[in-house]
């Protein structure tokens, strides 16, 4: 595969980036974890939008399915886990102006979730930690809150609580399933499968996978033997990236990233160019982006560039031509690289 990349802002401790479509149009939605805006940039004409000039502290953009490009977006958790007044609130641009109301006050959600089930919406909010302090408390572990929302995403009005004790909870990813959406958490206790329930009076379906201190995982069949591998950043905001196989029920190392890192955060798992591959980046030490391939000698990693810094990463496309959208938080930047596949040498 090719990278080619693109710079796309300038934008200070750049954290949370998505796609979404708008009037027909893609465009690129980026915010930062620290005081400070979120742009949105048409994929067409590069045009850059202010969405808000403060107050910042995004850790999550979830666009809205069905609407012209309204998106949730977290506000107010800041750096240095300062998150007691963290809110969701629900963006919308209206007559060419972008604008935004309080959807939900939520404290310390790190990331949260639109999940779909049986023609029904559930909202899923992964909380940090559950103190009432003005920064977190990892001795008053994280939970997991839900709730079935309406077609209009109206907020509810009540959440529950489905899980507890799950102390620094801050990995999040979605997959797709063929009739459904579900998910993956990581926390200090380990890493869990997540789905909505079949109906919403019946309780959401909770699986323990690992039992190791996990930051963040990705989950992808990288061996194309129909079963999906695990890709574990460890321990909270760790030093290494392992991804781990299921061999008769249980799930074991297979493969660890070989030369040094630090401070693991960016981590994606999927089909990129028409191949299952792993990415992920770190935000200290070389500040790589790197990607994981499957060979006939197992996993390979292969380094997309150093000295950025990746926070999180988006990944989107027909599948020959595909894109990364990238927040490089540690060189204040958005990039977008764009990903083809090789032509053979003849």
């Given at each position: 595969m090719k990278f080619q990349k693109q710079h796309l802002c300038q934008l200070p401790c750049c954290y949370a980036v998505s796609p979404l479509m708008q009037d027909g149009r893609l465009k690129?939605?980026?915010?930062?974890?620290?005081?400070?805006?979120?742009?949105?940039?048409?994929?067409q004409s590069m045009e850059c939008e202010t969405v808000w000039q403060e107050p910042g502290g995004t850790m999550s953009i979830v666009p809205l399915p069905g609407t012209n490009g309204d998106f949730l977006a977290t506000q107010l958790f800041l750096p240095n886990f300062s998150a007691l007044h963290a809110k969701i609130m629900r963006v919308m641009r209206i007559n060419g102006q972008w604008q935004q109301q309080l959807w939900m006050q939520l404290p310390y959600v790190h990331r949260f979730d639109?999940?779909?089930?049986?023609?029904?919406?559930?909202?899923?909010?992964?909380?940090?930690?559950?103190?009432?302090?003005?920064?977190?408390?990892?001795?008053?572990?994280?939970?997991?809150?839900?709730?079935?929302?309406?077609?209009?995403?109206?907020?509810?009005?009540?959440?529950?609580?489905?899980?507890?004790?799950?102390?620094?909870?801050?990995?999040?990813?979605?997959?797709?399933?063929?009739?459904?959406?579900?998910?993956?958490?990581?926390?200090?206790?380990g890493v869990f499968q997540i789905a909505p329930p079949p109906h919403p009076d019946l309780p959401w379906e909770i699986k323990t996978l690992l039992d190791i201190p996990a930051s963040d995982v990705a989950?992808?069949?990288?061996?194309?033997?129909?079963?999906?591998?695990?890709?574990?950043?460890?321990?909270?905001?760790?030093?290494?990236?392992?991804?781990?196989?299921?061999?008769?029920?249980?799930?074991?190392?297979?493969?660890?990233?070989?030369?040094?890192?630090?401070?693991?955060?960016?981590?994606w798992g999927g089909t990129l160019c028409g191949e299952n591959v792993f990415l992920a980046g770190c935000r200290a030490l070389d500040k790589e982006l790197f990607l994981i391939r499957w060979t006939s000698n197992g996993p390979k990693e292969e380094v997309i560039e150093r000295g950025f810094g990746p926070s999180n990463v988006a990944v989107f496309g027909d599948g020959e031509t595909d894109y990364v959208l990238t927040a490089n938080r540690q060189k204040d930047e958005g990039a977008l690289f764009t990903v083809r596949k090789e032509e053979p040498i003849l």
């Open positions: 690129y939605v980026l915010a930062t974890d620290d005081i400070g805006p979120c742009y949105c940039i048409d994929a639109i999940l779909q089930r049986g023609g029904q919406n559930y909202f899923l909010g992964c909380i940090l930690s559950t103190t009432d302090q003005e920064q977190a408390d990892w001795s008053k572990p994280g939970i997991l809150v839900a709730a079935p929302i309406d077609a209009d995403f109206t907020p509810p009005a009540q959440l529950e609580t489905i899980a507890v004790g799950m102390s620094r909870n801050h990995g999040y990813f979605r997959v797709e399933r063929d009739d459904y959406s579900m998910c993956y958490t990581a926390c200090d206790q989950v992808c069949d990288l061996d194309n033997d129909g079963e999906e591998e695990l890709a574990v950043i460890q321990p909270f905001h760790g030093n290494e990236f392992v991804i781990y196989k299921k061999y008769d029920g249980h799930y074991q190392e297979i493969y660890r990233y070989p030369t040094p890192v630090d401070f693991l955060h960016a981590i």
